[in-house]
């Protein structure tokens, strides 16, 4: 009996020593502390050489930044004749189409607030430097870049063997007047110098002509064959703007904020 009244005795006394311990003491170990929010770039790091040089530190802290985009928001359009180069204007027929079939689409996207086209005939630096100093002037948070790359695929057909009769030139059409080539489109963050997006369209012309006039028949081709590449080519731009607001918006819910606010 005695043994038995013991072993009560001691169970007891466990269970009231376990009772007046620390909470803490029962409890798991806390699990790790949340990790510190990445950061946002406030500026541009980038040299302001032409080249944009950039260190291996600064590198390392584009890369670990968060992307910070903020829609809707005001946005230029600039028709370039090299990518990224403002010193190199685009044609008078690359700005007369794609630039205004650009401006026309981005008008009606809810990311959007403004669109307004951007000359580059401001005074500016070189590079992409130039590119946010003409943006500043322009007080736009983004600009879309747009250039035209070409090949000229003309050449003889099978009609230019009557070139050598002589009247062949003037009556047979043997000239095929052909164009590849590929619409690009870039979205630049002028706050930090990084491009967030680049889509691209291919486009092609073809016809056959006579050697005489040939020259502008191409002109007139390639003029058809940029129109539609634009209009496909700024279906692209509204689909990659939406897909870049879904990401940044599942990422931080900064997006749905401020697209709330803005409204």
């Known amino acids: 009996m005695l043994p038995r009244v013991a072993h009560f005795a001691l169970l007891m006394t466990t269970l009231a020593g376990c009772a007046a311990a620390p909470k803490s003491a029962l409890e798991s170990p806390a ?3 949340a990790a510190a929010p990445r950061p946002v770039l406030e500026r541009s790091l980038f040299g302001r050489d032409p080249s944009g040089s950039l260190s291996e530190d600064d590198l390392q802290r584009v890369l670990a930044a968060k992307v910070d985009v903020t829609l809707p928001a005001r946005v230029g359009v600039v028709a370039l004749d090299a990518a990224f180069d403002p010193e190199k204007r685009a044609p008078v ?3 007369a189409i794609v630039a205004k079939s650009l401006t026309r689409t981005l008008k009606g996207s809810p990311h959007v607030s403004a669109v307004t086209d951007v000359s580059t ?3 500016n630096p070189s590079g992409l430097e130039g590119l946010r100093a003409i943006a500043a002037r322009y ?5 879309m870049l747009v250039s ?3 090949e000229d695929r003309s050449h003889l057909n099978n009609w230019a063997w009557l070139y050598a009769t002589g009247v062949g030139v ?3 059409p043997g000239q095929t007047v052909s164009t590849e080539g590929l ?5 630049f963050d002028v706050k930090t110098g990084t491009v967030l997006y680049t889509v691209r369209e291919p486009y092609q012309s073809s016809k056959v002509t006579w050697l005489i006039g040939s020259e502008r028949t191409l002109a007139a081709e390639d003029g058809v064959a940029i129109a539609r590449a634009a209009e496909r080519l700024g279906k ?5 703007t939406d897909e870049l607001a879904r990401w940044v918006k599942n990422s931080s819910g900064e997006i749905e904020k401020n697209a709330l606010t803005s409204r």
Do not use: D, I, M
């Open 236 to 240: 692209k731009v509204l689909g990659e």
């Open 93 to 95: 027929a690359e700005q």
């Open 148 to 150: 035209t790359v070409s």
């Open 183 to 187: 619409l690009e489109a870039s979205l």
């Open 121 to 123: 005939e401001l005074p």
């Open 170 to 172: 003037l009556l047979a």
């Open 31 to 33: 699990s790790p502390a």
């Open 139 to 143: 007080r736009t948070r983004y600009l």
